[in-house]
């Protein structure tokens, strides 16, 4: 279950890093801001479960949420500003 968690966090925390890269440098001020909360909250998650017992499942978790997060957040960041976003 940690590995899980590990992963789902990873995911997300790499996820909201690329948005807020594609944000930052469309000149996306709305969504940067947005983006900044979902950062911060995945890294507090990362940083309560590492710190943890650690084997080599939760070690695969993590560094497979990062490319998968990343893939993700460029799959997703048109949509998000067709939706929500405009230059300010």
Known sequence: MNALFLFSAT????????LQSLNVNGG????????????GAANVTVLKIMPGPTGWLEVAAYLLGGP????TS?????????????KE
Not at 28 to 39: D, K, N, Q, V, Y
Not at 74 to 86: F, N
């Open 11 to 18: 995911f997300a925390l790499v996820l909201f890093l690329g």
């Open 68 to 71: 998968l997060g990343i893939l």
């Open 74 to 86: 460029m799959a997703i960041h048109p949509w998000m500003v067709r939706r929500l976003g405009r």
């Open 28 to 39: 996306h001020r709305l969504l940067s801001a947005l983006t900044s909360f979902g950062i």
